[in-house]
């Protein structure tokens, strides 16, 4: 029972800082959204988002900072393996399947939407 509060009280957290962003901080949509994403990057680049995954699960790893800590884990762990090279293999390693399954599922939104504009 504990993780699902944990989940519901980290997601909830970090959805939370995104909207005060927005609101307090006037971010547009696109700004909040890097914002959040080089967060998570750079609480990865101090393995602190490692552990907060432990403590808190799908709470840490459905929101888009998970997307920056995927960038920087992936970097981290090639970087460590194949060195200067390794970096941008891993960055793609770890993404590619979050990239192209956003790629595919727009196409097909799009195939079977009429898009505005």
């Known amino acids: 029972m504990f993780d699902y509060v944990a989940a519901f009280v980290v997601g909830g957290v970090i959805c939370f800082i995104g909207q005060m962003l927005m609101d307090v901080g006037k971010l547009s949509p696109t700004h909040t959204l890097s914002t959040l994403v080089v967060g998570g990057a750079l609480l990865d680049g101090f393995h602190l988002y490692d552990r907060l995954i432990d403590f808190a699960g799908a709470g840490a790893t459905v929101p888009i900072t998970s997307f920056g800590h995927s960038l920087v884990h992936g970097a981290m762990s090639e970087g460590d393996r194949?060195?200067?090279?390794?970096?941008?293999?891993?960055?793609?390693?770890?993404?590619?399947?979050?990239?192209?399954?956003?790629i595919l599922f727009s196409f097909l939104v799009a195939i079977f939407f009429k898009p505005k504009g």
């Open 82 to 102: 194949y060195g200067f090279f390794g970096i941008g293999m891993g960055v793609f390693e770890v993404t590619s399947v979050g990239i192209s399954s956003t």
